[in-house]
């Protein structure tokens, strides 16, 4: 989705292959553009003899997609279980850490204002 969305919503299975780092095969590329149009993320018209790909949702709808499903793989869906993990994993700068918490204190305090 990140390559379709990269080449302005319109580009074939070899577009996209390119843009994929240690890409797959051709046909396994197909093989997966095909189950994302069977999902319904993305459809295709024809050019000639090439299909053309595009994007069914937004880019901001394809990333909480893709960020639910990696919720639900990797921590059974559980957000504090993925939050604390990235807090104490990754080498946080201490104004990294500031910035954060000062994001979580905004976002309380507008919690507190909504009835």
């Given at each position: 989705?990140?390559a379709?969305?990269?080449l302005?919503?319109?580009?074939?299975?070899?577009d996209i292959?390119?843009?994929?780092?240690?890409?797959?095969?051709?046909?396994?590329?197909?093989?997966?553009l095909?189950?994302?149009?069977k999902?319904?993320?993305?459809?295709?018209?024809?050019?000639?003899?090439?299909y053309m790909?595009?994007?069914?949702?937004?880019?901001s709808a394809a990333k909480?997609?893709?960020?639910?499903?990696?919720?639900?793989?990797?921590?059974?869906?559980?957000?504090?279980?993925?939050m604390t993990s990235?807090?104490?994993?990754?080498?946080?700068?201490?104004?990294?850490?500031?910035?954060?918490?000062?994001?979580?204190?905004?976002?309380?305090?507008?919690?507190?204002?909504q009835p």
């Open positions: 989705m990140n379709v969305f990269a302005d919503n319109r580009a074939s299975a070899e292959r390119t843009r994929l780092t240690s890409p797959p095969g051709d046909s396994s590329v197909r093989v997966m095909a189950r994302l149009e999902k319904g993320l993305l459809k295709h018209q024809q050019d000639g003899l090439r790909y595009s994007a069914t949702i937004s880019p909480q997609t893709a960020l639910q499903q990696y919720l639900q793989t990797f921590f059974g869906g559980s957000l504090r279980q993925m990235l807090v104490t994993e990754a080498p946080w700068s201490d104004d990294e850490l500031d910035s954060l918490k000062a994001e979580i204190e905004r976002v309380r305090k507008e919690r507190k204002k």
